[in-house]
């Protein structure tokens, strides 16, 4: 459908983007989840620096992602597992 231009605010900073109309609201809301991990931490921790709260995020949403992947991986070898046990089963079974 073509791209807009946005304005995303994340830790007092605005940045402007060029994004697909499909993502525009996806996009808001990662800005927005990101804003409010910041703000959490800043509640929570000593830490004014925009930089640290930044960094802290990421950290914690890259770890996450890695967890996910990790996870969505082992299922899959699981799956794969199963199809190929299922396939030596159709296989036995079509045999006789």
Known sequence: MGEI???IN????????????????II?????????RIKELQDNYAVRDK????SMCVLQY???MIKAERSAQQH???LEEKVHE?????????KK
């Open 5 to 7: 231009s946005i304005k």
């Open 10 to 25: 994340i830790a007092d900073r605005v940045y402007p983007l060029r994004v697909d109309v499909e993502e525009e609201e």
């Open 28 to 36: 808001r809301h990662a800005a927005k989840l990101v804003n409010e």
């Open 51 to 54: 930089q640290d709260l930044l």
């Open 62 to 64: 890259a770890t996450g």
């Open 76 to 78: 899959e070898e699981g």
């Open 86 to 94: 299922l396939d030596s089963l159709l296989t036995d079974f079509f």
